[in-house]
């Protein structure tokens, strides 16, 4: 096993790391950011290095300043959490080259998911079920708009290189599409560096809904279940739960073995997530990601197994530490992100936390990196915490998450709190009756 692992990343993620070494009996070293001096994940690491200036592409996505601050310390392994370097083939490949373990998935696997077109043709292949779609990149308009009169309107428009619910253009009519053509082109030019577009039929009312897999380096592949990801504003993720309240054991079993079988065939190791719309009783892959989600902990919750651990023991060569039999799957978990953005505007609110209290309690969890006096900076990305929950059942979990919200302060900014409670009060949330524009109708009827 490793002494000592550098964590690439920042706020509650790099701390959620941090804790998985601390429990391990492996030393840190956290990589800040000239911002983050006084960050959390750096007063609790063993070690810190200062990798840069602010703006991420400096600090937390410069490659040789992270790479020097490894061999400086003597990192042996590297975990890059999510976001940032995470899905970047050549950054593992660099740390590999320099005899320090990436922890993580092979460069190649990154590789292949993060271009979302061969994902969709190795899908195929491996014989999972796609969202109808072109074949391939649409080089221009026109040929999007042949594509998109076959499939029949609305269809989007998605960068082969996309993430973070970006890069993909709603197109309602033919009279839409080359001006969205060319503004999604450019987008995902300026923001991915690759303008590839592809078109996707447009699925009206689909639940997002994802697998987890966990494989080692020895072959073995297993699924971790569910997570009903369906809440959604502007194709990003609000709230996420486990099981998903639209599937029975059966349906679980189902899907769950064939990705699981999918990724063996692959020969995939560490963890990830394989993505899926869901309506009417079928299921759509969408993409993988190669990497640790944010919504890990519902997982986490429902199995009892410690995803962060897993992933150290599997970058060390270590078999899967359970099998698919091991795995049993207990009771209900619920994830909110909180963001500092106003709840009702999603205004930005970055700035000087006063009061901070989270809440706690039987089967509440927080992960987050914030503290009363802290400095909410600008720079990053605007998730605050996670609260997640457990209960034996869902409406336990609903119980306790509703106490659990009206128990967090966090004065001094805006937060989305105001929104879970508003969300989590709603009937058809109540009724697992969502879909993924489900919360965005609901803002858009002032809730
Ligand atoms: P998850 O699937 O784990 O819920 P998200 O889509 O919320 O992940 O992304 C997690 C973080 O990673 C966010 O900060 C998001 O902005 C960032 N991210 C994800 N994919 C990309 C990408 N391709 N390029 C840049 N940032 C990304
Ligand atoms: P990202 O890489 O940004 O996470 P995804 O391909 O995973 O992008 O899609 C993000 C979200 O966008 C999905 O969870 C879903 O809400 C919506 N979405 C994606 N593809 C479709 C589709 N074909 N039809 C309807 N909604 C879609
Ligand atoms: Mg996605």
Redesign the pocket.
């Known amino acids: 096993m490793f002494d000592k692992v550098l964590i690439a990343n920042r706020g509650e993620i790099a701390l959620r790391i941090h804790r998985a070494c601390r429990e391990m009996g492996i030393r840190t070293v956290a990589v800040h950011s000239e911002i983050d001096a006084n960050a959390m994940h750096v007063r609790l690491a063993d070690e810190s290095v200062c990798i840069g200036p602010a703006p991420a592409p400096q600090s937390y996505l410069n490659i040789p300043a992270i790479v020097a601050a490894a061999e400086i310390s003597g990192a042996e392994a590297i975990h890059p959490g999510y976001g940032f370097l995470s899905e970047n083939a050549r950054f593992a490949e660099i740390v590999e080259e320099h005899g320090i373990t990436f922890i993580g998935p092979r460069s190649e696997h990154i590789r292949l998911m993060g271009d979302?077109l061969a994902a969709r043709d190795k899908a195929i292949e491996l014989g999972l079920p796609i969202?109808p779609?072109s074949d391939g990149a649409v080089s221009e308009s026109a040929e999007a708009a042949r594509v998109a009169a076959e499939l029949g309107y609305p269809?989007?428009l998605?960068a082969a290189a996309?993430?973070?619910?970006?890069?993909?253009t709603l197109v309602r009519d033919e009279a839409e599409l080359t001006g969205a053509f060319t503004r999604t082109q450019q987008e995902a030019e300026a923001g991915f560096g690759d303008g590839s577009l592809y078109v996707?039929?447009?699925?009206?009312r689909?639940r997002?809904i994802e697998i987890q897999v966990a494989g080692d380096v020895h072959g073995n592949v297993v699924h971790l279940g569910e997570r009903d990801?369906?809440v959604?504003r502007r194709?990003?993720?609000v709230v996420e739960e486990a099981p998903s309240p639209a599937l029975n054991e059966a349906q679980r079993a189902e899907i769950g073995g064939r990705v699981a079988d999918a990724m063996k065939k692959l020969g995939y190791s560490n963890v990830g997530t394989v993505?899926f719309?869901y309506e009417n009783g079928a299921f759509?892959f969408?993409?993988m990601?190669t990497r640790l989600q944010v919504e890990h902990p519902v997982t986490e919750f429902v199995t009892g197994i410690d995803l962060v651990r897993e992933q150290i023991q599997l970058a060390s060569g270590a078999p899967l530490s359970f099998t698919q039999d091991d795995i049993k799957f207990s009771g209900h978990a619920i994830e909110c992100r909180v963001t500092a953005e106003n709840a009702r505007t999603f205004t930005p609110s970055p700035g000087k936390v006063g009061t901070y209290h989270a809440p706690g309690g039987m089967s509440v969890r927080v992960d987050s990196a914030v503290y009363a006096g802290y400095s909410v900076p600008p720079s990053y990305d605007s998730l605050i915490a996670k609260l997640v929950v457990h209960g034996r059942n869902r409406n336990e979990a609903m119980m306790r998450l509703r106490r659990a919200l009206e128990e967090f302060v966090v004065d001094g900014i805006d937060t989305t709190i105001p929104l879970h409670q508003a969300l989590i009060a709603n009937q058809d949330f109540a009724n697992g009756d969502y879909d993924?524009?489900w919360l965005e109708r609901l803002l858009e009827s002032g809730h």
């Open positions: 979302k969202v779609g269809v989007l998605k996309g993430g973070g619910g970006r890069g993909i996707e039929k447009f699925l009206e689909p997002h990801c369906s959604q194709h990003q993720k993505e719309l759509y969408i993409e990601n993924v524009k």
